[in-house]
């Protein structure tokens, strides 16, 4: 089944807005329960309902989208332009079948066609061990806030060779 399943990357466009703001909301709220309280899930799933500042913020980066035959989008990622992947989230029917791996192989590409020596992240319970798959190591566990609620996320970098290919 997974082979029928095709999806292709390309840059973010503004008509994305809706479709990754549902994706968002559905990856938090899917997966968030393995790893975090529902207080936790909900602040951090709320973001995307501001939809200037959730806007802002895929702007603010190279925002890859990920779009499957009929160019629905099924995941996203943002690389900014200091190094700093922002975001890596794949619509809940779509995880597991390479997307987010997809995905995060084009934003370090991109990273080496910039010529990044180290990119960074800071990632989710539930997104780490993609990062890990992808040579990033934990540089720290942080505690950081967002609405008023606790988060632990790691930080996390790779060091990029020269000529860098996704898998």
Not at 88 to 105: D, N
Request: hydrophobic share 40%; glycine share 8%.
């Amino acid at each position: 089944m997974t082979s029928l399943m095709q999806f292709h990357i390309r840059k973010y466009q503004d008509s994305d807005l809706p479709a990754l703001a549902k994706i968002y909301r559905g990856s938090i709220r899917h997966l968030g329960a393995e790893c975090y309280t529902k207080e936790q899930i909900e602040a951090w799933s709320s973001f995307s309902e501001n939809i200037q500042a959730f806007e802002n913020w895929l702007k603010g980066a190279t925002t890859l989208v990920a779009v499957d035959s009929e160019n629905a989008c099924v995941g996203f990622g943002g690389l900014e332009a200091h190094g700093r992947i922002s975001s890596l989230f794949v619509s809940p029917e779509w995880m597991r079948k390479g997307v987010g791996s997809g995905i995060l192989g084009h934003l370090l590409e991109e990273a080496g066609a910039r010529a990044f020596s180290v990119v960074t992240t800071e990632a989710s319970e539930f997104s780490r061990p993609l990062f890990e798959q992808h040579g990033f190591v934990v540089t720290e566990i942080e505690q950081t806030e967002f609405k008023g609620v606790k988060f632990a996320r790691y930080a996390m970098q790779a060091r990029l060779k020269h000529g860098f290919k996704s898998m």
